[in-house]
């Protein structure tokens, strides 16, 4: 017998059966629900895309977070500045970025980057069915576009927060073309600890831009967004060069490479670069910066018109040399070390490339991590005092307004001027005064008294306008504030502005705005508008070359300025032989001594560069009696010669011989020699004065009577001889006599009977004039001193003259050599004159007493 059916089968049976005509229908159904539960994540997402907002990064691209890479003039890195974040950033758009680092990508992270709409379908299920075979994440499924979607707006690692990402991704996808994406991701995400972007990396990795990549190195900078901090190579270059070389064969199988090409990839090392040293100038990096100097940020202007360069330039290329500053840097360190048992705590350098007004070296401080020492200050950019530092600017513009040369003789005697506290009375650095003398040796040995003198012949106004000419905008009140001491350097400037000051001269007075950035890049176009000089291209800004420059010192006398400042045998009575300021090659320098001893300056300049030396302290206290040539001269001298190994001296060039002449002068008075001067000099003139050169009177034969010494009269010729004599006017007289200056006599002798014609007396045309006090004056009692107090009345008389007058408020009082008077201060407003037979009176004087 057959096997009896079950009752459940035979219930199966007749169930198909009847479900046979409707089969169909069924399976259509369920397809449809199969794909509505298959599109429908991908609608929601579309519609989660569609209301998610494109970060404001994308939106406005100008907002661009990127470090500053700062160069040296050679494009050396000096340093890099960090972006807001603390990251290393650096901008490179897609075309710079060469193709190499772009197929790494593409091999590395989307092989489908092309064609998805940002999210990758294909490489989900890919991610799925791996999950589900190896119990395991064995591959991601991010896309290029989603991975920048997470580093623009990070989120949790979930469900929700994947989700959120696809839609941002789908968004970006909507709105930006894919090689936008593609520079936005090369740009914005992590290629390695703080670093941000390709070029970042590829700049601190391998110390070139990304365009010059090999593709090996491609390969593995390309590998590292995968994992930053795993494929550091500064951490170990194993774990990256497997993985640049997983990445080297993805190339091979996506068809982005050659198998020869990758097998030669796969056989370079990874070689890093040398990690870079030092802070880099830092003072001038702060100052390039931070808008005091750099581009629209002249001297004249103080450096207040110039916008911030840091987060708006990603690249600046400095002026500076870069060895050349690190030596200066060594340089002031040890000066400051050797001058500490003096009370010296900080020092300042710039040196300047004279035809361009490029700054080669720049040290604010000797040290800025000193803060005993105030190291973070900038010696370049503070205001100081400069002492005699200003004094051949002086000189010139006397040579310029009242016909002064080089042989003017000037009065270094003692000398009192009027001030709106009383009287000034300038005196030398040495303490003494040495009479007349012609200009080249007053500026040469840096004596005070006639560079006040020639202050007060100019007027402070003068002297002002022109020191405003050359940049010292710092020198900012009024004359009156000055006054004739503005020739000793009492007011304050900057000795990044003296530097260039004195690079005008070395430029025949040609005057050059200082320049310390050669070029920049700019993070983004919107930055361009506020460079100045405007930018080329949307991206860089080339600073344009100088241009010819502004005249503002006469051609001429800038250039016997010049050969004063580096004429090694005037400035030896002053200096002595082998100072600080004598180099194995022509260098016209001066130093310069604030009062109290505060500040200690030296500058100089050969015919390429300009070195100014600023020592002292940056708290004001006074040095232990440092003087500019003991204090700053020894570190210009070491600068120079520093300088000299970067721009190798040479000679200045000789006087334009259409303009300057050398004349031969009596070395006393400057004057065309006669037969009766001893000394002659050869000088350096314009060719008009050296044409114009009046015969010298400062020197005189006078038959004396060999017996007593005094005037010969009717004498036989056996008792006289002839001696020469120097003349000097009543400014000059009283110094002369007390110097023991060979001064004619004034008495004949009483043996030869009186002088022919009454000689004898003053010369022709003889003035006397009060010497002291000067006109304007005022002095004021001390009411807790019980002892008298008075004032010495002096006057300048000439030769001949053996009696004066001082006439004080219209009473005569009679004097004699040494022609002075103690007299007691009586309250009340004073006039005095002096009078003298046979001799012009001077100008009456006005004083008070209070």
């Known amino acids: 017998m057959g ?49 998610t907002k494109l970060p404001p990064e994308l939106a406005a691209p100008e907002e661009r977070a990127v470090s500053t890479v700062l160069l040296d003039r050679h494009g050396t890195v000096l340093r890099e500045l960090r972006a807001g974040d603390g990251a290393r950033a650096r901008w490179l758009p897609l075309a710079e970025a060469g193709d190499r680092i772009q197929r790494a990508l593409l091999a590395a992270e989307d092989r489908r980057f092309a064609v998805h709409p940002g999210v990758d379908p294909i490489a989900i299920a890919r991610a799925l ?33 994947k989700l959120g990402e696809m839609a941002l991704a789908l968004r970006i996808e909507a709105s930006l073309s894919k090689r936008e994406i593609l520079e936005q991701y090369l740009n914005r995400v992590a290629f390695g600890p703080g670093l941000r972007g390709v070029e970042a990396a590829s700049r601190f990795y391998f110390d070139k831009p990304t365009a010059d990549l090999s593709l090996a190195e491609a390969a593995a900078l390309a590998s590292m967004p995968r994992g930053p901090a795993l494929y ?76 911030p360069l840091r987060g708006r330039a990603s690249s600046i290329t400095l ?21 500490s048992d003096r009370d010296v705590g900080a020092a300042a350098v710039v040196v300047l490339e004279n035809a361009t007004g490029e700054v080669l070296a720049y040290v604010g401080s000797h040290d800025i991590e000193d803060a005993a020492g105030l190291g973070h200050n900038d010696g370049v950019l503070a205001l100081r005092q400069p002492g005699s530092a200003l004094k051949p600017f002086v000189y010139e513009l006397a040579m310029e307004q009242l016909g002064f040369t080089a042989a003017t003789v000037l009065p270094d005697v003692e000398l009192s001027f009027p001030t709106a506290d009383g009287s000034y009375a300038p005196r030398n650095y040495d303490g003494r005064f040495h009479g007349p003398v012609r200009l080249r040796d007053a500026l040469a040995s840096s004596y005070n008294v006639p560079a006040v003198w020639t202050a007060a012949a100019l007027g402070p106004e003068r002297v002002l306008a022109r020191l405003r000419e050359l940049g010292l905008g710092s020198l900012d009140r009024e004359p009156s504030r000055y006054g004739v001491a503005i020739a000793l350097g009492d007011g304050e400037v900057r000795l990044l ?24 890049s700019l993070a983004s176009p919107a930055g361009d508008a506020a460079i100045d000089p405007p930018a080329r291209g949307t991206g860089d800004a080339a600073i344009d070359p100088p241009g010819r420059g502004a005249r503002v010192l006469d051609a001429a006398r800038a250039r016997v300025i010049v050969d004063i400042l580096a004429d090694d045998k005037a400035r030896i009575a002053s200096f002595g032989e082998g100072s600080a300021l004598d180099l194995p090659f022509p260098v016209a320098a001066k130093t310069g001594t604030s009062k109290g001893f505060r500040d200690n300056l030296a500058v100089g300049f050969t ?172 002095f004021v009692l001390d009411p807790s001193v019980n002892s008298l107090q008075a004032i010495r009345l002096r006057a300048d008389v000439p030769p001949g003259v053996r009696r004066a007058r001082f006439v004080l408020d219209g009473r005569p009082i009679e004097v004699g050599p040494p022609f002075s008077l103690d007299w007691p201060l009586v309250a009340g407003a004073h006039r005095l004159r002096v009078e003298a037979d046979g001799a012009s009176a001077g100008e009456e004087i006005a004083f008070s007493v209070e």
């Not at 702060?286 to 940020?297: I, K, M, Q, S, T």
């Not at 002026?319 to 070390?337: K, M, S, Y």
């Not at 004599?725 to 060979?742: K, N, Q, S, V, Y």
């Not at 022919?756 to 304007?776: E, K, N, S």
């Open 319 to 339: 002026t500076i040399d870069r060895g050349l500053q690190r030596e200066i840097e060594v340089l002031a360190q040890q000066t400051v070390r050797g001058l």
């Open 232 to 307: 550091d190579p500064r951490r170990g270059a194993g774990p990256l060069e497997r993985r640049r070389n997983r990445v080297l064969d993805r190339m091979v199988a996506a068809g982005l490479a050659g198998e020869a090409e990758v097998a030669r990839a796969r056989a370079e090392p990874i070689a890093l670069a040398p990690k870079g040293s030092g802070l880099g100038a830092p003072h001038l990096v702060r100052a390039v910066l931070g808008g005091a100097l750099g581009p629209g940020a002249g001297p004249e202007a103080g450096g207040s018109g110039a916008a």
């Open 497 to 520: 502005d003296l530097a260039n000051a004195y690079a005008t001269l070395a430029r025949g007075g040609v005057y050059l705005p200082v320049r310390a950035v050669r070029a920049l």
């Open 607 to 778: 015919p390429d560069v300009t070195v100014a030396v600023w020592v002292g302290n940056f708290d004001g206290s006074p040095m232990g009696g440092v003087s500019g040539i003991t204090g700053a001269g020894p570190l210009f001298r070491d600068a120079m010669l520093a300088a000299a190994r970067v721009r190798p001296p040479r000679p200045f060039d000789p006087p334009d011989p259409e303009l300057l002449a050398e004349a031969e002068v009596c070395g006393l008075s400057g004057m065309k020699p006669t037969a009766v001067c001893p000394h002659r000099r050869r000088e350096l003139l314009p060719r008009a004065d050296a044409a114009a050169l009046a015969p010298c009177d400062m020197h005189e034969a006078v038959r004396i009577d060999r017996r007593n010494g005094l005037r010969a009269g009717a004498c036989p010729d056996a008792a006289v001889e002839e001696r020469v004599f120097e003349r000097h006017d009543a400014e000059l007289t009283a110094w002369a006599r007390a110097a023991g200056r060979p001064v004619a006599p004034e008495e004949a002798s009483p043996l030869c009977g009186p002088l022919p014609g009454g000689a004898g007396g003053p010369p022709a045309g003889a003035r006397v004039r009060v010497a002291y006090p000067p006109d304007g004056a005022r």
């Open 129 to 161: 069915g791996q999950l589900a075979a190896e119990r395991r994440v064995v591959s991601g499924a991010s896309t290029i576009t989603q991975q920048l979607a997470r580093a623009l707006v990070p989120r949790p690692r979930t469900v929700r927060g």
């Open 3 to 51: 096997a009896r059916s079950s009752p459940g089968l035979g219930r199966a049976r007749r169930w198909l059966a009847a479900a046979r005509p409707r089969l169909p229908l069924l399976l259509r159904r369920a397809a449809r629900i199969a794909l509505a539960l298959a599109v429908a994540p991908w609608l929601l997402l579309a519609v989660a895309a569609a209301l």
